[in-house]
């Protein structure tokens, strides 16, 4: 008991560790027309991995493995979403994978293996932690985008992500060299500590900080380190894009939080990773959004969506404030929702041999599907920020986060701010009127499983159900962050 009550916070990454073995070699055994087996095994997996985080769930931060592992408020929130954002992504991905023979135990092994990353990152209380937990994410997403082996487009995105992520961990790695030699800790609130009390080497600090922040900015896919995210979005099996872009996001901002604002939050570096941060927000505001409207492949535009929308995200962290990075944590968990409905979409109008990923694929949709092409106005809509939808106050809350600041570069950067998303808003509103207003170029039955059918309903009605009813989700992210800072 003594030796097993110590590990209580990191109970729901044993749990999970365990039963990816469990699959591995239960996999072994399992035919290919009783697959559905090793699918059930993994959603078991995660049930019990929500249960395990929401019983074990305590406001006081509590810490583990020598003070390398923290359990918080905020990690038990975003452990939370992420386990719901897995199991949705699988229930999405499982007519598209068993079309095109990817409904395999390496699959599920993968899936589970990144979700254990993320875990790790969520939870990180020690750079060695966070790294662990960012490479184990990655390294299983690059053989995500390389397991339909006899697709050259997969093959090479998988090719361009590995050679750009280990160049993008490189510098991480070095950034968190250089932390240590200046102030000789690995520990996130030593560290903290160390440069709170002038113990540290201020020069060398500043350029870890630029190391740090490249590859952070390369994680998060923002300008100038997006390069790698059209290719991987486009080349990847929409079953692998749709999980890239969704719930990895949840513990990038767990990154974020943990290394900038806890380790390196002290007053004398807020500045410094200030401006960078405004730089790379305007960036990835202006070039995401401008570079989308010139897109005709779906998953492309989405993909420079993906990149204008974290450069909101950053406009709430570079906020420097509890209420910013409660916004910002609020837009990432409804980017997640949003990404989840409109690749689900892609998902749902897919069939063997053939990829929705076109624009022109979306065309007369509402005359195939009202329900559906209804749904994915929604979505869309939520995309571009249109109220009642949620998106609106997601955006709205981070800009508001952006002026409370009070600086002379809040007012500027949140017009700027508001102006390209104007003009990312004809791209969403682009696809409407395709689905509504063009006749249909593909005329196929639309006929997905009862499953699939329901979420990708709730998913698409929660749009409405926060937009009209946001303070609920709005306080949990806030308190969250609150309580655990």
């Not at 875990?119 to 966070?130: E, G, K, W, Y």
């Not at 896919?221 to 990895?248: E, K, L, N, R």
């Not at 009070?406 to 104007?422: E, K, R």
């Amino acid at each position: 008991m003594h030796f097993i009550t110590p590990l209580l916070p990191a109970y729901p990454e044993l749990l999970l560790l365990a039963m990816v073995c469990v699959i591995l070699v239960g996999d072994l055994f399992v035919t290919d027309d009783r697959r559905v087996v090793t699918y059930a095994l993994t959603q078991a997996a995660l049930i019990g991995c929500f249960l395990t985080t929401y019983l074990t769930a305590a406001v006081e931060p509590v810490t583990t493995f020598s003070g390398m592992f923290v359990d918080d408020l905020m990690a038990d929130v975003l452990k939370l979403l992420t386990y719901l954002g897995v199991m949705v992504i699988l229930v999405y991905s499982r007519p598209y994978l068993a079309a095109r023979g990817m409904f395999r135990g390496e699959f599920f092994a993968l899936v589970m293996f990144a979700t254990l990353g993320m875990m790790v990152m969520i939870s990180a209380n020690h750079l060695l932690t966070l790294y662990l937990g960012l490479e184990l994410l990655t390294l299983s997403l690059y053989a995500m985008v390389a397991l339909q082996r006899d697709s050259a487009v997969a093959t090479e995105a998988a090719m361009k992500y590995f050679v750009l992520g280990a160049l993008a961990s490189g510098m991480l790695l070095y950034g968190m060299s250089m932390l240590y030699g200046a102030t000789g800790t690995l520990g996130i609130p030593q560290l903290a500590d160390t440069i709170l009390g002038g113990g540290a080497r201020d020069v060398v600090l500043v350029f870890a900080l630029v190391f740090v922040v490249a590859g952070l900015g390369f994680k998060l896919g923002a300008v100038p380190f997006h390069m790698w995210v059209p290719d991987v979005y486009h080349g990847a099996p929409t079953a692998v894009t749709v999980f890239i872009g969704s719930a990895p996001k949840l513990a990038a901002f767990a990154f974020i939080m943990r290394l900038l604002v806890q380790g390196l939050g002290a007053e004398q570096l807020l500045a410094e990773w200030q401006d960078m941060l405004i730089l790379m927000a305007a960036l990835s505001l202006a070039i995401g959004n401008v570079t989308a409207i010139a897109q005709t492949n779906l998953k492309r535009m989405l993909a420079y969506s993906t990149i204008g929308h974290m450069g909101f995200l950053l406009l709430g962290i570079l906020s420097g404030d509890v209420v910013g990075y409660g916004a910002g944590m609020f837009y990432v968990v409804v980017y997640m929702l949003m990404n989840l409905g409109a690749f689900g979409m892609i998902l749902l109008l897919s069939r063997a041999g053939f990829e929705a990923e076109n624009l022109d694929d979306f065309k007369g949709l509402n005359q195939r599907s009202p329900w559906y092409a209804f749904l994915m106005l929604l979505l869309m809509f939520s995309m571009a920020g249109v109220p009642p939808t949620v998106g609106f106050y997601a955006k709205l809350s981070v800009l508001q986060a952006v002026i409370s600041v009070g600086a002379g570069w809040s007012i500027p950067l949140a017009v700027f701010a508001v102006l390209f998303s104007l003009v990312g808003a004809y791209y969403y509103l682009r696809l409407v009127k395709l689905m509504y207003f063009d006749a249909p170029v593909d005329t196929a039955p639309i006929a997905p499983r009862m499953d699939v059918r329901v979420l990708l309903s709730l998913n698409g009605l929660f749009m409405l159900v926060f937009g009209i009813f946001p303070e609920r989700l709005m306080w949990l992210c806030s308190y969250s962050i609150q309580v655990s800072l």
